[in-house]
């Protein structure tokens, strides 16, 4: 099994309705194909970790990278993992934009600022920093499953 992830700059301005109209086709195709993960948006981009096997992770990147809803595509990890991170979750959407004030202050002191927003790394070490950042937070919108 493969993990990949990869960060991308969204053509506008990103809000929880561009969120879920991506998500909710994703759920739909990724259940279908086995993959899951996880799609982190801030103001101005986005975020992905899509895990499953090596031609379902390429094929719906291939399709994801044609998407003009983003451009600027950069793969910040491709790994063999033994086990997924995000196994039930199609694809679980975080909106990075909407987290509460101090949550925002101590994820921009950590990991940076972009256009005003957090800014998404270019590590995958670091990008798995984040993802389980997020995950030990209990109160985000969108989480509770
Ligand atoms: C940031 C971003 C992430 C996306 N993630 C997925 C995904 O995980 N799975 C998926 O099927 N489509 C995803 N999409 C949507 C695809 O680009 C595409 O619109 C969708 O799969 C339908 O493709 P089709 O019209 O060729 O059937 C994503 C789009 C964007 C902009």
Redesign the pocket.
């Known amino acids: 099994m493969y993990r990949m992830i990869y960060r991308?700059r969204s053509v506008e301005p990103l809000n929880w309705e561009i969120v879920r109209s991506?998500t909710s086709?994703?759920e739909r195709?990724?259940a279908a194909a086995g993959?899951t993960?996880i799609?982190l948006a801030s103001r101005s981009h986005?975020m992905?970790a899509?895990e499953g096997n090596f031609e379902d992770v390429n094929a719906?990147f291939r399709?994801?990278c044609r998407?003009e809803?983003?451009s600027d595509l950069s793969i910040v990890g491709f790994s063999i993992i033994d086990a997924r991170l995000f196994g039930g979750w199609g694809?679980r959407g975080i909106g990075a934009f909407d987290f509460n004030k101090q949550i925002e202050q101590a994820m921009k002191e950590k990991y940076g600022e972009e256009e005003g927003g957090i800014h998404f790394p270019l590590e995958e070490w670091q990008a798995l920093a984040m993802i389980n950042d997020i995950k030990m937070m209990r109160e985000l919108p969108e989480w509770k499953k």
């Open positions: 991308s991506i086709v994703s195709n990724n993959l993960g799609l986005f992905q899509i719906v399709r994801i998407d809803r983003h694809m």
